[in-house]
């Protein structure tokens, strides 16, 4: 499966283990009627399996037009659109163009970034997630991050060779 880009724009191979991975921690059930932030979208494949598992609401973001051109093409096939939302732009910087709260938000940067403290105010700043809200961060295992950020704090991390999920909610739960 294909995710995300590197410096030139093309797309970085998720495995397909890990994305179920990351589902099974949050549980099918507990995606029914939920809100799905998927940040770098690239190919969209979270948000949409997020749909097919039940969420009401995937919202993909990505800077590159190319891409959620092809998430909206891709989700008008497979007959998604009325659960889809897009929106081209810079995950670190342009998170205020969004007002829903979102359950669950996946965000898969390229890995020779480090945009995860930029993420974090964003997500609190704009309050687009809420006290149970999960944030999955993937990153690269020579990536070290912090245990909070802002009023986040890591609550999970798996390693699956090279790829890191950390798992944040809000501490004062």
Partial sequence: MIRKYNSKNKLRPTTSKVQLAIFSMI???NLIDKKFLDLYA????????????GVKLSCFVDSN?????????KSKEKNLLEKSKFLIANCETQLHKLSDKFDYVFADPPYNEEPFEKIMYQLGKNQLVHKKSKIFLEHSNKIRLKEYYEDKMRIQIKNYGDTVISVFQRANN
């Fill in 27 to 29: 549980g099918h059930d």
């Fill in 65 to 73: 037009p190319s891409f959620i051109s092809k998430i909206k093409n």
């Fill in 42 to 53: 690239g190919t969209g494949n979270m948000g949409m399996m997020a749909i097919n598992y």
